[in-house]
């Protein structure tokens, strides 16, 4: 299965610990055959954070961007760029069911190139009983999925 992986399941990668998920999710589902994919705004959403426990001194600088310098040069991890213009024409339609527009991006990366999306995200996981989000997933992608980890591990 091609999955692409919401910034949740990368914290861990630069140091991030979050409870109740499993630090080597990405490692786990590559061993089982999977093929691994992120969208490329998550880089940036894992420098920010990043940033953020840096500034707050939870975090050494080195630690973060070995952690981001392991995703992006590990070449079983595909990485989607958000300047594709489908994923972008999507990500616009996604807008008016999302309010957070780097949500729109990964979730249009997802559709656009992958079989399910794995997130924790509420408001992601609500569109699957949204009318509108289903009509677009039926043109796009009719078998994509969102899922959290537990649905496929």
């Known amino acids: ?3 692409l992986l919401d910034t949740t399941y990368l914290l861990p990668a630069i140091g ?4 109740e998920h499993q630090k080597d999710l990405p490692l786990k589902l590559i061993q089982e055959g999977n093929q691994i994919s992120i969208c490329d705004i998550s880089v940036f959403e894992l420098s920010a954070k990043g940033a953020k ?3 707050a ?3 050494p600088p080195e630690r973060v961007t070995r952690g981001i310098r392991a995703i992006v040069y590990n070449e079983q991890i595909e990485m989607i760029p958000t300047y594709e213009s489908q994923l972008l024409l999507t990500a616009f339609k996604l807008r008016k069911t999302l309010n957070d527009f780097i949500d729109c991006l990964i979730l249009s990366a997802a559709i656009n190139h992958c079989d399910i999306l794995l997130t924790e995200d509420k408001d992601i996981q609500n569109l699957k009983n949204n009318k509108k989000f289903n009509e677009l997933l039926t043109t796009k992608n009719p078998k994509f999925k969102i899922q959290k980890p537990t649905h496929i591990l």
């Open 16 to 19: 991030i610990a979050i409870k």
């Open 1 to 3: 299965m091609k999955i």
């Open 53 to 55: 426990h840096v500034s």
């Open 57 to 59: 001194g939870k975090l």
